[in-house]
């Protein structure tokens, strides 16, 4: 059984940073690409960013980029995404996932994905 556990969501002003967590449960951590995908009031989930299975290789959604920043830590099992220079636009609550199968590919497409967690709320106020 896979586990994902989202933390570090908030309130943060506009322009603020903040850092999301995801720990994952299981001893194959680095075989997986993980991503981050949010889904905001009203709208379809969309994708944030991916990293690869050593963390050299990341995509990012246009809308982040630049100002995202994912990363991971396969000794401690945990994914991140750092978040600077916030919009209020970056509303929404964020879910880490990981994909369903042994691969390369930085999926952009959720249903690639097949274990999430339960998300972390993050509002920015203006």
């Known amino acids: 059984q896979v586990h994902l556990v989202e933390s570090g969501g908030g309130l943060v002003q506009a322009g603020g940073s903040l850092r999301l967590s995801c720990a994952a449960s299981?001893?194959?951590?680095?075989?997986?690409?993980m991503g981050w995908f949010r889904q905001a009031p009203g709208k379809e989930r969309e994708f944030v960013a991916a990293?690869?299975?050593?963390?050299?290789?990341?995509e990012y959604a246009d809308s982040v980029k630049g100002r995202f920043t994912i990363s991971r830590d396969n000794v401690k099992n945990t994914a991140y995404l750092q978040m600077t220079g916030v919009k209020p636009e970056d509303t929404a609550v964020y879910y880490c996932?990981?994909?369903?199968?042994?691969?390369?590919?930085?999926?952009?497409?959720?249903?690639?994905?097949?274990?999430w967690g339960q998300g972390t709320q993050v509002t920015v106020s203006s």
């Open positions: 996932a990981r994909t369903a199968r042994f691969t390369a590919v930085l999926y952009r497409d959720a249903e690639r994905y097949a274990y």
């Open positions: 299981g001893r194959t951590f680095d075989y997986w690409v």
């Open positions: 990293i690869s299975r050593s963390g050299t290789n990341t």
